[in-house]
């Protein structure tokens, strides 16, 4: 994948989850399921992004598919797991998961 494509996907996830957790971190313990699943996502994710353990990756992939079972009309999650896949190279399957998040 090239340089500037991965470049974009990180600074979109990092304004998507800067925004989100910047709106719900404040009033975290009225957070639905959905929520809180999202954030460890999140937190999984930012770390895969600091230290590439795919120990990581594979957990932020799991509490973002565990976030949309909670809530299937949640975008975020969606844009998250699809920005992963992304990355993974599965193209097919992230632009899926993105025209899904859009609906």
């Known amino acids: 994948m090239k340089l500037k494509k991965i470049i974009f996907i ?6 998507s989850l800067f925004y ?3 709106s719900t971190v404040a009033n975290s313990q009225d957070l639905a399921p959905y929520q809180l699943y ?13 230290s590439e353990d795919n120990a990581e990756l594979g957990q932020a992939i799991t509490e973002f598919q565990k976030a949309i079972e909670e809530n299937s009309n949640f975008a975020d999650a969606y844009f998250q797991l699809g ?10 399957e992230a632009g899926q998961l993105m025209d899904r998040g859009k609906k």
């Open 38 to 50: 999202y954030i460890e996502g999140a937190r999984h994710w930012v770390n895969f992004i600091e």
């Open 83 to 92: 920005a992963i896949y992304n990355i993974q190279g599965k193209s097919q």
């Open 10 to 15: 990180l600074m979109m996830t990092f304004l």
């Open 20 to 22: 989100f957790l910047n």
